[in-house]
């Protein structure tokens, strides 16, 4: 009878601990109310920052935050150095994260790119995208290089243009464009050496078309 109860309630902790499937609600984003932010992780701590604080546009944001999923707290960090600014893209490659592009008030359609050091809290400004600026555009990593697809340059043009970053000699290389249709707003993730890239809008007002091919 003990041999049968011991193996019952291993079987119940194993079936708990692989087949949650739940949401669980953590503590509120520290900063203030956002659209448009973005961010990346590192090691077990998610990194959050920049946004608009309306849909407007008018009020752009370049504050910086920490996640820590151990203490599940919220801490300010250096705002970016560079231009407040929404719609940028962010990712982490070997202990370093990375924000750029977007849009800003003053300079409209972004090219810079700053690195962030989670050990000094210091940003870095790194070679910016050598092509015009772009907004909402989908980025991914595989091995430790970014990949950043598609762009919309001002509010009506969009573009198919597919472009590679590596960290260790900080410098962009033109890939062979998207085949498919000029986008915004897609999604993109990576898994194993492959990067895949989906949906989004066609960017015809008189026509708009959301997208579903992948």
Do not use: H
Request: charged letters at 20%; one cysteine or more; proline letters at 4%.
């Amino acid at each position: 009878m003990k041999t049968i109860l011991l193996l019952t309630c291993a079987v119940i902790f194993f079936t708990n601990m692989y087949s949650q499937d739940t949401w669980v609600r953590k503590a509120d984003f520290g900063g203030n109310i956002r659209t448009g932010a973005t961010g990346f992780s590192i090691g077990s701590k998610g990194y959050l920052g920049t946004g608009n604080r309306s849909l407007s546009g008018a009020n752009l944001l370049k504050d910086f935050w920490e996640y820590d999923s151990a203490t599940i707290a919220w801490r300010q960090l250096s705002d970016l150095t560079g231009t407040a600014r929404d719609g940028a893209v962010g990712f982490s490659i070997g202990g370093k994260g990375y924000i750029g592009l977007g849009r800003s008030l003053d300079s409209g359609y972004l090219t810079s790119l700053w690195e962030y050091d989670p050990v000094t809290n210091a940003w870095t400004p790194k070679a910016s995208l050598p092509s015009s600026g772009r907004y909402n555009a989908t980025v991914f990593v595989v091995n430790d290089k970014a990949y950043i697809a598609f762009r919309q340059s001002i509010s009506t043009v969009f573009f198919t243009d597919f472009w590679e970053y590596d960290p260790a000699l900080d410098k962009w290389t033109a890939k062979k464009p998207f085949p498919g249709e000029p986008r915004t707003r897609a999604a993109g993730f990576a898994i194993g050496i492959k990067g895949y890239v989906g949906t989004g809008f066609n960017g015809n007002f008189n026509t708009p078309v959301i997208k579903k091919d992948f």
